[in-house]
């Protein structure tokens, strides 16, 4: 087997909009933009769920969430289903990990010879809480969601992506003394929430200069019932001190943006520094999005494109500059980063869906190849689902009306084209697709008996509530040395 090395970065909660390689017009990302301009960056890349822990849970196993039934952010990865780490070990590949990864325990054989500085979920079992669906109930006590301090300054995220980075640089350096032939995993939080962020950082977008998001509802925007639902239950909006405080969220998040492509920077240069850039492939990549305020609404948990996509670029050995419009998500990490190691994905496979980027990226392009996003956690009474196929873009809420969008006259989703008659047959053409990869109520039904049966094993609804962070995953002291 050839020795081959690949370094994959995950941050957290990153719109891939929010880039200066993405068009944007004013982040400054200037490491993963010269990172996209050495490889491919994947216009069109999706998460499998807009919410942490089944995002990576599928991300690790290459399964959609619904194959899986690790539904929310109280049923995290233990291992149990096989992942690429797995596969890498059975073939003698050194695999360790650095930061954030969200799946339960350290102790868990999760396919890492290593796991460094690791971040999982809390005690083991995650917001058992947001669990509670059909009704919900929200958490009334303990800090708001975003965070009890906005703006400039040091959380103990930054603390940890510090931390996360300098082993990182550390290890990739040590690597060159090595045998070749690694995966190696780095896991930052930023820009995930809280809201703060080092100063000189923050200082770069002046919050006088910052745009209003879209479709406010202080506008008149009306929000989609099953939206309002998950709204109403997080409330973030409304959280605010004042307006200042406000704006001080949009330039922390900006910030965060800057924060994380500095270290994915010291990332990406001691891999240039240990003579290790012509033998390694990099994959720069988030868990989900965050709405960022458009809409009313903060963090991520919807199916808009500003929560639903991910960023998604690879450079490596035999990777021209371009950027690939196929339509892609975390699940094709899977046989990736197999691939790009040297392992052949082939056998592993089964029912996996898919797809090698470096394949996807070297074949014509298939601007029709579907892609799904699903959301059965926190804030949701029932199921939500995204199709993407081509230039369409499908929700299909369990008990509610859906949302038909055209992305390519309408990228901003501004205009929901699924009340108008002369769509009705695009409309029926994508649910066709829908339920040719799952029946959604019956999926549904299958989250939330699961559900149940969770609740049940904690001791019942009033235990349950009380299990789990209100907020962002604590950072532990030993995470942060």
């Given amino acids: 087997m050839a020795k081959k090395n690949v370094v994959v970065i995950m941050s957290d909660e990153h719109d891939p909009r929010i880039m200066g390689c993405s068009g944007h017009p004013f982040i400054q990302t200037p490491n993963m933009d010269a990172l ?60 360790e990990s ?13 396919g890492f010879d290593v796991e460094h500085l690791p971040m999982h979920v809390v005690n083991g079992h995650g917001m058992v809480w947001a669990s509670i669906r059909d009704p919900y109930r929200p958490r009334p006590d303990g800090p708001r969601m975003i965070g009890e301090r906005i703006g400039p300054g040091e959380s103990s995220y930054t603390q940890y992506d510090r931390a996360v980075t300098q082993r990182a640089v550390e290890w990739i350096r040590d690597a060159a003394d090595r045998e070749p032939g690694f995966v190696l995993y780095v896991g930052l939080v930023a820009p995930h929430f809280p809201f703060v962020v080092p100063e000189s950082f923050y200082r770069l977008y002046p919050t006088d200069r910052l745009p209003e998001p879209k479709l406010h509802p202080d506008t008149g925007y009306q929000l989609h019932p099953w939206v309002k639902e998950y709204c109403d239950f997080m409330g973030s909006e409304k959280q605010f001190a004042d307006n200042d ?30 003579g290790l850039e012509d033998s390694t492939h990099v994959i720069y990549t988030s868990d989900h999005g965050d709405n960022l305020g458009a809409r009313g609404i903060w963090g991520k948990s919807t199916l808009y494109e500003e ?63 579907l892609v799904l996003s699903e959301y059965h956690a926190a804030g949701s009474n029932s199921a939500g689902f995204m199709l993407r196929k081509g230039r369409w873009k499908y929700h299909y809420y369990v008990g509610f009306r859906p949302e038909l969008f055209d992305l390519e006259n309408d990228p901003e989703e501004l205009h929901d084209l699924a009340g108008n008659p002369d769509y009705a047959s695009i409309l029926a053409s ?9 029946d959604p109520e019956q999926v549904d039904r299958q989250a939330k008996a699961d559900q149940d049966a969770l609740i049940e094993h904690y001791g019942g609804p009033d235990i349950a509530h009380s299990l789990g962070s209100s907020t962002s995953t604590p950072v532990t002291a030993d995470t942060r040395s």
Avoid at 98 to 110: F, N, Q, T, V
Avoid at 251 to 256: C, F, H, I, R
């Fill in 36 to 95: 996209a301009r050495r490889g491919i960056r994947f216009s069109n890349a999706y998460t499998p769920s807009p919410i942490c822990v089944p995002a990576r849970a599928a991300f690790a196993t290459g399964l959609r969430v619904h194959q899986l039934r690790l539904w929310d952010n109280a049923m995290p990865y233990t291992g149990k289903q096989r992942g690429w780490g797995h596969v890498l070990q059975d073939h003698g590949v050194r695999v």
């Fill in 307 to 369: 929560s639903v996509k991910v960023p998604m670029i690879m450079s490596g050995p035999g990777l021209a500059s371009s950027v690939c419009d196929t339509p892609v998500d975390l699940l094709d990490l899977y046989p990736t980063i197999l691939q790009a190691a040297g392992v052949d994905p082939a056998p592993e496979m089964n029912d996996r869906p898919g797809r090698s980027l470096i394949d996807v990226a070297r074949a014509a392009p298939e601007p029709e190849r």
């Fill in 430 to 438: 994508m649910q066709d697709s829908l339920r040719g990869i799952c």
């Fill in 98 to 110: 650095i930061g954030k990864l969200h799946y339960r325990s350290e102790e868990d054989p999760a």
């Fill in 245 to 274: 405080e406000r704006l001080r969220a949009f330039a922390a998040y900006y910030g965060l943006c800057s924060w994380l492509d500095h270290n994915v920077g010291l990332i990406v240069e001691a891999i240039r520094n240990a």
